[in-house]
């Protein structure tokens, strides 16, 4: 592996972790110190946002774009380990990742930006559609076909690029357990089964990547000693 894409990979992979584990910390906090409750109606919305304090709320959305871009460098990043055999595997994890990454990264980008300013303008024509927290709104749609189907694939083909014992065995088994995550979560969405969203969406698929980006980073870590010692 090239210095440079060792150096990349690593720096991605801390990077996609730390955006995780930002994004659990203000998703707990929200979860303990705000009146959360489901959706009713949107004027209930708006008086909740009113009382509670959105920036927890901003930064997990911040964190999820991020940890986006990071996971799409992360697989490309691959393209350097994988057998001539298995190329379009990467190719089509690549693929998928980019759908991904552009799904959830539009989305929360308007979350942070052209929903928030109709808000603060007062404008609330047709904004449910748009408000993630809304379980029938569009956004949320869009951001679930994103972290289900395209997540899931993107990681099901990952699982075929690395090949051995060790930590390749590893990563190969939490890259397998995040594509059957998503995907179930994905199921879950369909049928409106809130409680397999949650179970396999946001603990199982967030706990299993929070380990997958550190033994990533391990990954990449001990490629650059192996690209140092071949250079001596």
């Excluded at 440079?4 to 303990?32: D, H, N, P, R």
């Excluded at 990467?90 to 980008?109: D, E, M, P, R, W």
């Excluded at 995907?183 to 969203?197: A, C, E, K, M, R």
Aim: net charge positive; with cysteine.
């Amino acid at each position: 592996m090239k210095n440079i894409t060792q150096k990349i990979g690593f720096s991605s992979s801390l990077l996609a972790a730390l955006s995780f584990v930002i994004f659990t910390i203000c998703f707990m906090i929200i979860a303990f110190t705000q009146d959360v409750s489901t959706w009713s109606n949107l004027n209930d919305y708006l008086i909740g946002i009113k009382n509670n304090n959105q920036i927890y709320k901003y930064i997990a959305q911040i964190c999820s774009i991020i940890f986006g871009v990071c996971y799409l460098v992360i697989i490309n990043c691959f393209s350097e380990i994988v057998k001539t055999k298995r190329q379009i595997l990467q190719k089509l994890s690549v693929s998928f990742a980019i759908i991904f990454t552009t799904l959830i990264g539009i989305n929360y980008f308007l979350q942070i930006t052209a929903v928030q300013f109709k808000l603060q303008h007062g404008i609330t024509d047709d904004i449910a559609n748009w408000i993630m927290f809304n379980p029938q709104s569009i956004s949320l749609s869009i951001a679930m076909l994103g972290w289900t189907l395209m997540f899931g694939l993107s990681s099901i083909f990952a699982v075929f690029i690395f090949e051995g014992k060790g930590i390749y065995r590893m990563i190969r088994i939490l890259f397998l357990l995040n594509g059957i995550f998503c995907l179930l979560g994905g199921i879950g969405f369909v049928l409106q089964n809130s409680g397999l969203v949650n179970l396999t969406i946001n603990m199982a698929m967030g706990g299993t990547m929070t380990v997958l980006t550190i033994v990533l980073s391990i990954f990449f870590w001990k490629e650059g000693i192996k690209t140092q010692q071949s250079n001596v």
